[in-house]
């Protein structure tokens, strides 16, 4: 039985953040809605923001740092983030700035970093280690970096991002400039590409995929499940999606 869990709380464009557990260490991936949203988020699985060891962020974005300075004036727990994220950002002092890649030490897990490619100036996604164990996290991407690939190569459960169905953007409400950037290399990662990456995870060892930030103007979890099911259909790899809130 894994070790390691990881759990979605709120997943899209209007805030993010994903808990994360094992051998007794607790830590959130980003915390991009209030804190007293994510603290009713974490009741229903028995926990306390003040369990929580450590606070890591992606990247500078509302829906990705949103509860910052409440987390930073209420709880112990360290928050960190690169140094060219913090810089773009408002935020309180105290939080602790690294380049983009970096690792941390939470109790037993080890936390890395790893480069993406989005409109921010330093996204970042992240591994999660315990013992032989690992996770992984890739959100907001226009396209799967090097270092994704090579982070992210065997680890047992990925949450990886499948924003948008290049069709349904297309045709849909935004205009085009917005959607020239979301289908840009510093955008956002479609169904189709996303697929493609999770077939390749499933063909190197990962056994659960969990699909995040799912448009919900753009996409819809059951074309995004589709595209990605086709794609890992001769495999026995679990694969659902991230809600876009948990509660």
């Known amino acids: ?6 759990i979605p709380l709120f997943s899209g ?4 953040c994903t808990y994360i557990t094992g051998g007794g260490a607790h ?3 980003d915390a991009g809605v209030s804190a007293r949203r994510i603290a009713r988020a974490l009741s229903t699985l028995g926990l306390t923001l003040s369990r929580m060891d450590a606070v890591f962020i992606t990247h500078e974005h509302r829906d990705h740092i949103a509860a910052l300075p409440v987390l930073q004036s209420k709880l112990n727990a360290s928050i960190h983030m690169t140094g060219p994220s913090y810089a773009c950002a408002v935020l309180p002092a105290g939080i602790c700035t690294h380049d983009c890649i970096y690792t941390e030490q939470v109790g037993p897990l080890t936390v890395s970093s790893f480069p993406l490619s989005h409109d921010t100036a330093c996204c970042v996604g992240y591994t999660v280690r315990l ?3 690992r996770v992984g996290i890739m959100t907001d991407t226009g396209y799967v970096t090097d270092e994704a690939v090579a982070s992210l190569v065997g680890c047992e459960q990925v949450l990886v991002e499948s924003n948008h169905d290049e069709q349904m953007l297309r045709n849909g409400p ?6 020239n950037r979301i289908l840009s290399e510093h955008g956002h990662l479609s169904n189709r590409d996303c697929a493609r990456f999770c077939a390749f995870l499933a063909s190197h060892g990962t056994k659960a995929i969990t699909l995040a930030h799912i448009s919900r103007e753009n996409n819809t979890p059951a074309l ?8 890992i259909e001769d495999t026995d790899v679990r694969i659902d999606c991230a809600p876009e809130a948990i509660i």
């Open 1 to 6: 039985m894994s070790q390691l869990r990881i």
């Open 13 to 16: 464009s209007g805030g993010n």
């Open 27 to 29: 830590i959130l991936i």
């Open 131 to 133: 013992g032989g164990e």
């Open 174 to 179: 935004y205009p085009r400039v917005l959607q």
């Open 224 to 231: 995004a499940l589709a595209c990605t099911r086709e794609a």
